[in-house]
Structure formats: C-alpha cells, structure tokens
Nanobody, 123 residues
C-alpha cells in the first residue's frame, strides 16, 4: 500500500549538517501524519520528530529541538529532516514512518516504516 525509502544519511563531523529524505510510493500521503524515528543497537526505537498531514503541527524530541527541522511536500510524497549542529549522540539508524491518523507522536500509531538510513557523527 505504502512504500517508504529513506536517503541522505552518511558520515559527518560533529557540528555538521545532513538532510534526510523519505520518498513514498503507493497511495498519497496527504491525509496522514508522518514522523522520523531513530535507533541504535541495544536501544529502543526513539521518537525524533513528527508532522501532521497539512504541516500545521510539528513536534520534536527534546534532544533535537532547535537543531532539527521536519517538513513535507505532499505533492511529491516526500518528507524531510534537516539536521544541523549534529552531535555524536545523534548517530543512529533513522527511520521514516507514516501514521494511521492525520497527527500523532505515538510510536504505536505509525503503520508504515522504511528500512532506515544510517547517520554517523564523528567527534
């Protein structure tokens, strides 16, 4: 129904920037909330940012507030995560996800997930 492919990850030095993209195929995403999550080995998946179907609502984890910006382009079925002032603790596999509703920050309400893109931040 919905396929998600993340891209834009890579290796960057602390203080640098990356922009992640999430390209969706299948049904239009215009009525669904979307979000970014991240996970490191041995840890639970962590909420990073969420955006409502019309971009009217956005929320960020406290650890990334002021540094990351989530956005979406419904016409192109694409979501972005602009990451600035990256820190080594931002190193993780970043996942794009689509919610089952128009807005949510709750992990269990996300129904579609991408395969992830690796972000590694060196000191």
């Amino acid at each position: 129904q919905v396929q998600l492919v993340e891209s834009g990850g890579g290796l960057v030095q602390a203080g640098g920037s990356l922009r992640l993209s999430c390209a969706a195929s299948g049904r239009t995403l215009e009525t669904y909330g979307m979000g970014w999550f991240r996970q490191v080995p041995g840890n639970a998946r962590e909420f990073v940012a969420a955006i409502s179907w019309n971009s009217g609502l956005r929320n960020y984890a406290n650890s990334v507030k002021g540094r990351f910006t989530i956005s979406r382009d419904n016409a192109n079925n694409t979501m972005y995560l602009q990451m600035n002032s990256l820190k080594p603790e931002d190193t993780a596999l970043y996942y794009c996800a689509v919610a089952s509703t128009g807005w949510t920050t709750r992990t269990h309400e996300y129904q579609f997930w991408g395969q992830g893109t690796q972000v590694t931040v060196s000191s």
